[in-house]
């Protein structure tokens, strides 16, 4: 049984910074991919990033690019999401994702999902 377990996310002020955790268990990931989504209020859920367990390949979304990044600790199978530079514009409940294969962007495409936490950014 696939487990995804979030962690890390809180209230900050604008400018601030927040690292998202997801600790991966049930089985081996290193042919997986890893995604963080996130989810505003009243708003379709959104890709964020992505990375490969194995060569370690990462893929973001325009909106943070530059400001945020996802990195993966192989031996703790634990994936984080670094954000830099916040604004309110990324306050949403962050989910993380698991799919088989190569990266991708399109939820569907993902298998397993955490339970989300959320980050709230105050102007």
């Known amino acids: 049984q696939v487990q995804l377990v979030e962690s890390g996310g809180g209230l900050v002020q604008a400018g601030g910074s927040l690292r998202l955790s997801c600790a991966a268990s049930g089985r081996t990931f290193i042919s997986y991919t890893m995604g963080w989504f996130r989810q505003a209020a009243g708003k379709e859920r959104e890709f964020v990033a992505t990375i490969t367990w194995s060569g370690g390949r990462t893929v973001y979304a325009d909106s943070v690019k530059g400001r945020f990044t996802i990195s993966g600790d192989n031996a703790k199978n634990t994936v984080y999401l670094q954000m830099n530079s916040l604004t309110p514009e990324d306050t949403a409940v962050y989910y993380c994702?698991?799919?088989?294969?190569?990266?991708?962007?399109?939820?569907?495409?993902?298998?397993?999902w955490g339970q989300g936490t959320q980050v709230t950014v105050s102007s």
């Open positions: 994702a698991a799919r088989s294969g190569t990266y991708s962007y399109i939820e569907r495409a993902y298998d397993y």
